[in-house]
């Protein structure tokens, strides 16, 4: 099993950036597509953007495609989310996860380990 530990999260006025991390422990982080999700309150969990094992491919949601950007370093065992442009529907619990298999998916169950999580808020 991988530990994760985000960070990064914070309170922000729309329009700002943050930017969230993701540390792995483990030999293993290069193995594994990495993806970042949220859940805002009373919402079920959505996915936000994953990459793959190498960082040559990403996907995004609609909802964030054009503001976010995923990037990983597996020398640092690390996946990164930029956020630009953020807006109050951004506000959530951002999640990283593991996915032990070469294959990009977008939904929760397709992931295998999981952080505790770091909470982001953007005010109006």
């Known amino acids: 099993q991988v530990h994760l530990v985000e960070s990064g999260g914070g309170l922000v006025q729309a329009g700002g950036s943050l930017r969230l991390s993701c540390a792995a422990s483990?030999?293993?982080?290069?193995?594994?597509?990495m993806g970042w999700f949220r859940q805002a309150p009373g919402k079920e969990r959505e996915f936000v953007a994953a990459?793959?094992?190498?960082?040559?491919?990403?996907v995004y949601a609609d909802s964030v495609k054009g503001r976010a950007t995923i990037s990983r370093d597996n020398a640092e065992n690390t996946v990164y989310l930029q956020m630009n442009s953020l807006k109050p529907e951004d506000t959530a619990v951002y999640y990283c996860a593991t996915r032990h298999s070469s294959v990009l998916r977008d939904t929760p169950y397709q992931y295998d380990d999981w952080g505790q999580g770091t909470p982001v808020t953007v005010s109006s």
């Open positions: 483990g030999r293993t982080f290069s193995t594994y597509v």
């Open positions: 990459i793959t094992r190498s960082g040559g491919n990403t």
